[in-house]
T-cell receptor
Framework: DAKTTQPNSMESNEEEPVHLPCNHS???????IHWYRQLPSQGPEYVIH???SNVNNRMASLAIAEDRKSSTLILHRATLRDAAVYYC?????????????FGKGTKLSVIP | GAGVSQTPSNKVTEKGKYVELRCDPI?????LYWYRQSLGQGPEFLIY????????DSGLPNDRFFAVRPEGSVSTLKIQRTERGDSAVYLC????????????FGPGTRLTVL
């Protein structure tokens, strides 16, 4: 799987929007962009994924650059419960593309 | 509904001992994955099951590690002759099928080897 680059840490004020960046300059045409997050002392949980178009769900929005070399996870109103490590993961769609390859992620702190 | 469960939540053992870690996936999920997470790192893939068979065990670090899923549901990760370097959180995940976009993770088992 292609490599992703994320900032080690970010801070946000509670109830403010948060934009978490991810660079993936070596992304291939068949790679989906997945985001997972891991709350303290829990296993990771799926947040959102996309291929080319921007995506929205109840948890977040995913904005994908036109050249697909970067993406941004957007939390519209950060809450204390959103404090977690956020992982940006590229996942192939072809055969054998079942495992997730995690980097170190971005640790998001939310300030009350 | 019930999520992925893992037992025990914590396991402390001595160097050289044998341990078994159990994973109960979400009912009906055919794909099951084991990952290992060291402190400050993201999870690392160990092994993937489709049904009863290990479809990919390329992430197992050495032959001291083995996993089974005899009836296509519960899985057990087995570690022989444990070493201090095996200390980590062992995570299990399941998905409806191998190429499902979402994997559901359990809370993990924290293994400490003294």
């Amino acid at each position: 799987d292609a490599k992703t680059t994320q900032p080690n840490s970010m801070e946000s004020n509670e109830e403010e929007p948060v934009h978490l960046p991810c660079n993936h300059s070596t992304i291939s045409g068949t790679d989906y962009i997945h985001w997972y997050r891991q709350l303290p002392s829990q296993g990771p949980e799926y947040v959102i994924h996309g291929l080319t178009s921007n995506v929205n769900n109840r948890m977040a929005s995913l904005a994908i650059a036109e050249d697909r070399k970067s993406s941004t996870l957007i939390l519209h109103r950060a809450t204390l419960r959103d404090a977690a490590v956020y992982y940006c993961i590229l996942k192939e769609t072809g055969a054998g593309s079942y495992q997730l390859t995690f980097g170190k992620g971005t640790k998001l702190s939310v300030i009350p | 509904g019930a999520g992925v469960s893992q037992t025990p939540s914590n396991k402390v053992t001595e160097k050289g001992k044998y341990v078994e870690l159990r994973c109960d996936p979400i009912s009906g999920h055919t794909a099951l994955y084991w990952y290992r997470q060291s402190l400050g790192q993201g999870p690392e893939f160990l092994i993937y099951f489709q049904g009863t068979g290990a479809a990919d065990d390329s992430g197992l670090p050495n032959d001291r590690f083995f996993a089974v899923r005899p009836e296509g549901s519960v899985s057990t990760l087995k570690i022989q002759r444990t070493e201090r370097g095996d200390s980590a959180v062992y995570l299990c995940a399941s998905s409806l099928a191998a190429r499902s976009y979402e994997q559901f993770f359990g809370p993990g088992t924290r293994l400490t080897v003294l």
